[in-house]
């Protein structure tokens, strides 16, 4: 079953919990300084100037690149970037500050940077900017308390700009209230940021961008990766792939009875899980007793930002909804794990792949589930 504690797929942290569905998001580090960031980066051109004799940046950092690209795949990650800072770059004692510029160059969170496009934000190319400019704002909010969760709440300061009325702000509107929050941690966008973000978030060139689109764009969306683990875990809800999950859906593999507010008699297990599905609908659909995929994604968009690396994404999906399978430290911990005797007499230890929604006294249930996956039980015993 989905942890009764923590609601499925919320990281484990503690900066604030939801009193119906328990729903946890972690606490951000108050460590990351963007103005030391932005110290480092300066810094790290400057070395590559004055190390190397190329004119094109380029392939100053190509050779870098090439001397810590350890498995040789074109890209770095977090762990070979900072041994490419700190030992061969220098920056001993600047750890926090090394893996913060990963992290704001690192846009999609895939955990991985490739040549071109960090050296395209690392000297603020001409197309770059904006994604600069988005990794700036991250580390603002990383440092105030609910981390990305704050994002919500920038509309609500973005609404007062909005004389107007509109729900939608212009390019000055948005400058406006840009420097407004990022002026009091020591960040300034230049003009040239200012104006490629601004393009970014008007896909429609209408001169004017919503807050919704403003939120998102700064929030980011999952990539490919993370949405298809998303859709496992849809999956293990909408059984009938009818498009959307009902109460009664949620019910057959969410247990609430050991929810508090049950417990106290304060909420009944309907009202508990109609209160937990509130958590996925989009912000204009609250109290409907469906949710959609589109709600469910939008819902882990959000979970999705304050999560760096997406063997941890992967791992919380995989033991969140009970989603057997993954690799390394990624692979599925969650799932029950039963001692199987059988037909033959012999015995092994078997992970019961679909076990959401499963009792673990419920024997006979145990038995077809794995009689499913191939393995025809004469006993089974549940391993301590």
Not at 81 to 109: E, P, T, W
Not at 234 to 256: E, I, P, S
Request: charged letters at 30%; aromatic letters at 8%; glycine letters at 8%.
């Amino acid at each position: 079953m989905p942890s009764q504690n923590v609601a499925p797929g919320s990281p484990a942290g503690k900066s604030g919990v939801d009193p119906v569905t328990l729903d946890v998001w972690p606490t951000f580090s108050a460590q990351v300084d963007p103005t030391r960031v932005d110290r480092v980066a300066s810094a790290l051109r400057t070395k590559i100037e004055t190390t190397f004799s190329f004119d094109d940046p380029h392939r100053a950092v190509k050779k870098l690149f090439v001397d810590a690209d350890i498995d040789k795949n074109g890209e770095l990650d977090e762990d070979e970037f900072v041994k490419l800072m700190v030992n061969k770059m220098n920056f001993s004692g600047y750890d926090n500050d090394v893996r913060a510029l990963f992290k704001r160059f690192d846009i999609d969170s895939t955990g991985r940077l490739d040549m071109k496009e960090f050296t395209a934000m690392l000297y603020n190319e001409p197309g770059s900017r904006a994604t600069t400019a988005i990794g700036k704002v991250r580390e603002i909010l990383s440092k105030r308390a609910g981390g990305a969760t704050t994002l919500k709440g920038m509309g609500v300061q973005f609404k007062i700009l909005d004389r107007d009325g509109t729900g939608s702000l212009d390019r000055s509107e948005m400058e406006i209230g840009l420097d407004k929050f990022l002026r009091g941690y020591g960040v300034h966008l230049t003009k040239a940021e200012v104006d490629e973000l601004f393009k970014l978030f008007d896909v429609d060139k209408s001169g004017t961008i919503t807050y919704d689109e403003f939120v998102k764009g700064i929030r980011g969306c999952m990539n490919t990766f993370r949405v298809e683990m998303v859709k496992l875990a849809w999956n293990q809800l909408d059984r009938d792939r009818k498009g959307f999950v009902t109460v009664d859906d949620l019910a057959k593999v969410y247990d609430v009875s050991g929810n508090p507010l049950v417990k106290a008699g304060k909420l009944t297990p309907s009202d508990c899980l109609k209160a937990f599905m509130n958590n996925w609908h989009l912000a204009d659909k609250k109290h409907l007793d469906t949710v959609s995929l589109d709600d469910f994604i939008e819902y882990y968009d959000w979970v999705s930002s304050s999560i760096d690396r997406d063997d941890y994404f992967e791992l919380m999906i995989r033991n969140a909804w009970h989603i057997a399978g993954g690799e390394g430290w990624s692979a599925n911990t969650s799932n029950l794990r039963v001692l199987v005797t059988h037909m033959d007499g012999r015995q092994t230890v078997e992970c019961v792949d679909n076990d959401l929604g499963l009792k673990r006294d419920d024997i006979e249930g145990i038995k077809q589930r794995l009689k499913a996956q191939g393995i025809n039980a004469r006993a089974i015993s549940l391993k301590d």
